[in-house]
């Protein structure tokens, strides 16, 4: 456990950014192989779109660095949230717990609350118009909802009290998780299922993105699924009945056009 907090505690944006790329590549290539569903499109034109989002979102991230670290150090100099308040954890349980806690609000409620808010939802839905969704789906994210999502981490920091490796531990596993239960691929069902009942698997996320309510409310996690189970938005359906994309953006434009797309948080009406 040292060696991961050190690691963490020294980790540079190239190795981040390798973590970043690599899962891409991983998950690409398995989806290759053997695919979820044949696509009828040009997979390195959907990904250059969903890259695109990507980038934004390194530059919003790199942008706001210096205050995700100010937060960081200020909450664990001041004993601030919920683990500096608990004596004498060994470091796993620490990390284990921390790993809930920045999960719980920087993922789940960050996720819950802008499919709640209108304002929030006009941002968010830039993510939902993939109609195919894959493992590059995972960082299609309008810049916008890059801010909030920033946000709501430095909330969780606050409330958690984690220190920054332990921010840096959670954000690499949060990308890695994202890209393996977007990816189009399919487990073996009862490996799935069973996966399912403490971590986000990717039958379990793609319901989250049928294209009708209630599927579209429901499954926010990220990494584990209990908050789903907890708080009661787990939901199932067939891969088969699953159909990809948003009921109120169904122009191809919406979906294959990046000006489109950047403008789809400002437009009048957004149901």
Request: aromatic share 14%.
């Amino acid at each position: 456990m040292e060696t991961i907090i050190t690691y963490f505690e020294t980790i540079s944006s190239l190795h981040r950014g390798l973590i970043l790329a690599g899962g891409i590549a991983l998950f690409w290539i398995i989806e290759n192989s053997t695919p979820l569903h044949v696509f009828g499109y040009k997979k390195r034109n959907h990904a250059g779109i969903n890259i695109f989002f990507t980038l934004t979102t390194i530059v919003v991230n790199f942008a706001l660095a210096g205050l995700l670290l100010a937060t960081a150090n200020y909450a664990f100099e001041h004993n601030l949230g919920i683990l500096n308040q608990i004596p004498d954890l060994n470091n796993i349980v620490y990390a284990v717990l921390g790993l809930l806690l920045l999960d719980l609000v920087g993922a789940y409620f960050a996720h819950w609350v802008q499919h709640r808010i209108p304002v929030l939802w006009r941002f968010h839905l830039i993510h939902h118009t993939d109609a195919y969704v894959d493992t590059t789906t995972a960082n299609r994210h309008h810049p916008g909802e890059s801010v909030i999502r920033f946000i709501c981490t430095i909330l969780a920091i606050l409330i958690a009290g984690t220190p920054m490796w332990l921010v840096f531990l959670y954000q690499s596993l949060s990308v890695v998780f994202s890209q393996f239960n977007h990816a189009n691929i399919q487990l073996p069902k009862k490996l799935d299922t069973f996966i399912s009942y403490f971590l986000v698997s990717p039958d379990m996320h793609k319901v989250h993105h049928h294209y009708i309510l209630p599927y579209t409310d429901t499954n926010y996690g990220n990494i584990f699924s209990i908050w789903d189970r907890i708080f009661g938005t787990f939901s199932k359906l067939s891969n088969s009945e699953i159909v990809y994309g948003i009921d109120t953006h169904q122009n191809i434009e919406h979906q294959s056009d990046i000006k489109s797309m950047l403008k789809i948080p400002f437009q009048k009406k957004i149901k």
